[in-house]
């Protein structure tokens, strides 16, 4: 008798460690500490966070991935420029708010820098949420959110686009390739100088863009019409100026810049167990940015695609036939300026309406 006690004792015992094992933390607080090989869980198990090494790189970043789908499939990196060597990271949260992330001792290789003041007697918290986002809570109110610091992906309920009361500007970076998350050549910006717009850029130089916004929708993009899928949103006020998606369905989708410059809209697929490429940003051949050069027209169901506006023509003939249009079209003739008097021949220059294209 005494021996099957002993066992059901120790069965017991080993339950509980099981249990309390299977229990995942969605949040933790100050002097609490996510160590490398441990995690935070979403409440829903959506979403998880941790430590990871990309692809075949041995180097460490903690990140935030799908747990329930798609296992492993990051949408988000902390400490994207400072990797760690080795197993010695842990993510701390400090009493005022500041979420670190350090390596070996106390060697701190990327913070959030959040605070909250010092006389503060709320429980300052760390929560994963199952939307995917990481927030740092005060008394209910948010003091940091890894939403605000979008990487190559944007989930449903991101903005992208500029705090104008912070100067905060929310914008996509991809990764630099499949193995290193450190920010890459290409990026997606929300640019507010003038009518917005979002640009696709690599480095310096302009790739695409969507827009600029006329009050219905971006010009050059098919308004969209009403789904079941998503709704967009575009909102412009004195305080912030963003563009942001919400799904309205059961499905899973995530927008990604990848390392190669491509803008895809991706969606799980539970009978396959992958992701399908639902959209691409690239609405046309047009979409791409100064195809056709100076006062070159770029129609989209026209091949080639691009041709000179009346008036005009070919800056480089030889160019144009070996079908590289960046060099654009200059005037067939000079203006004739008389202040809209007609010239001798009775041909003065005026003004000429074009429809339906995007300047």
Not at 140 to 147: G, R
Not at 156 to 163: C, N, S
Request: glycine letters at 10%; aromatic letters at 12%.
């Amino acid at each position: 008798m005494e021996d099957q006690s002993t066992h059901t004792f120790f069965f017991i015992i080993a339950l509980i460690l099981l249990l309390s094992d299977c229990t995942a933390l969605d949040t933790i607080s100050a002097y609490q500490e996510i160590r490398d090989g441990n995690t935070l869980v979403s409440e829903g198990g959506m979403f998880e966070l941790g430590f990871f090494s990309p692809g075949k790189s041995k180097n460490r970043y903690v990140g935030i991935w799908y747990k329930k789908i798609s296992y492993g499939t990051v949408v988000w990196v902390a400490n994207r420029e400072t990797p760690i060597a080795g197993n010695s990271g842990m993510l701390k949260l400090s009493t005022l708010g500041n979420l670190v992330i350090q390596s070996g001792g106390n060697t701190m290789v990327w913070s959030s820098n959040s605070t909250v003041s010092m006389w503060s007697n709320n429980t300052v918290v760390v929560q994963l949420l199952d939307t995917g986002n990481l927030v740092v809570w005060n008394k209910n109110k948010i003091i940091w959110q890894s939403f605000d610091y979008p990487g190559d992906t944007i989930l449903p309920g991101m903005k992208l686009g500029t705090d104008l009361v912070t100067g905060l500007q929310r914008r996509m970076m991809s990764w630099k390739s499949p193995d290193d998350p450190s920010i890459g050549e290409y990026m997606n910006i929300h640019d507010i100088n003038g009518y917005p717009q979002n640009l696709r850029m690599k480095g310096e130089i302009v790739k695409g863009r969507l827009g600029p916004w006329n009050g219905l929708g971006y010009s050059g993009f098919p308004i969209e019409k009403e789904n079941q899928i998503y709704l967009t949103e575009f909102v412009m006020n004195e305080k912030e100026i963003y563009h942001k998606y919400e799904l309205k369905s059961s499905v899973f989708q995530r927008v990604v810049l990848t390392w190669d410059g491509k803008t895809l809209i991706l969606q799980w697929i539970e009978r396959i167990k992958d992701w399908i490429v639902y959209a691409n940003a690239d609405v046309d051949t047009c979409d791409r940015y100064s195809l056709c050069g100076p006062y070159g027209i770029c129609i989209i169901n026209k091949h080639p695609p691009c041709s000179c506006m009346d008036g005009f023509e070919p800056r480089n003939p030889d160019e144009w036939e070996a079908s590289d249009w960046a060099s654009g079209c200059i005037r067939k003739k000079p203006l004739y300026c008389r202040n809209g008097n007609e010239s001798d021949d009775g041909n003065g220059d005026g003004f000429w309406k074009i429809s339906g294209v995007k300047v």
